[in-house]
Every structure is written in C-alpha cells, then in structure tokens.
C-alpha cells in the first residue's frame, strides 16, 4: 500500500556525518508513526528513533544526543541526521511507517562507518 524510498546513505569516516531521508507514497493515507530501524548481519533489527504525527520522538540509548529524527508531513518524508558516526552504527539502516493496517518497509540503505 504505501512505498518507502530511502536514500542518503554511504560510506563515512568516524565522527562523519550522513543525512538519511524517507519518501513515502502510494496510499499514505493515516500514516501515525514513522521511524528508522537499522541490522547489522547476523544481528536483530533494532530501533534506531521514532516519530508520530504530533511530532513526538523516541530514541534508542546508542544514540541519544547524536542522531536527530525529523517528519515533514507534508512531504511525506522522514529524516535522520547522524553526527558523531562510530563503527558500531555501521547497518543496513530501514524507513518504517505505520498505518492502522500494519507496518511498511522500505528496502534499506547501507550505512558504512569505518577509516
């Protein structure tokens, strides 16, 4: 129902800085919360931040005070900003948004963090 586009990810040096963006469209009708999530191989995906409508946020402990979620509603776009890279946020990372109906994904982007 709804298609999620990621983009802005790469390979960056430690204490870099990327920009990730999430494009929604489709039937994005009631779309509550959107957030990002991120896997390492061989790890579970994890939370990474989350963002509702109203503009509240959530944060995984990791990366509290580094990474800044943004929701631009009317374009249907989600953002994270990540400062202050380190190795151990390197994962594929996912857009995911939220409808009454369940959960979309997009398909991830590559986030490489090394020297």
């Known amino acids: 129902q709804v298609q999620l586009v990621e983009s802005g990810g790469g390979l960056v040096q430690p204490g870099g800085s990327l920009r990730l963006s999430c494009a929604a469209s489709?039937?994005?009708?009631?779309?509550?919360?959107m957030g990002w999530y991120r896997q390492a191989p061989g790890k579970q995906r994890e939370l990474v931040a989350t963002?509702?409508?109203?503009?509240?946020?959530n944060y995984a402990d990791s990366v509290k005070g580094r990474f800044t979620i943004s929701r631009d509603n009317a374009k249907n776009t989600v953002y994270l900003q990540m400062n202050s890279l380190q190795p151990e946020d390197t994962a594929v990372y996912y857009c995911?948004?939220?409808?009454?109906?369940?959960?979309?994904w997009g398909q991830g982007i590559q986030v490489t963090v090394s020297s």
């Open positions: 963002i509702t409508n109203g503009g509240n946020t």
């Open positions: 995911a948004a939220d409808q009454a109906i369940g959960r979309n």
């Open positions: 489709g039937n994005i009708f009631n779309i509550y919360t």
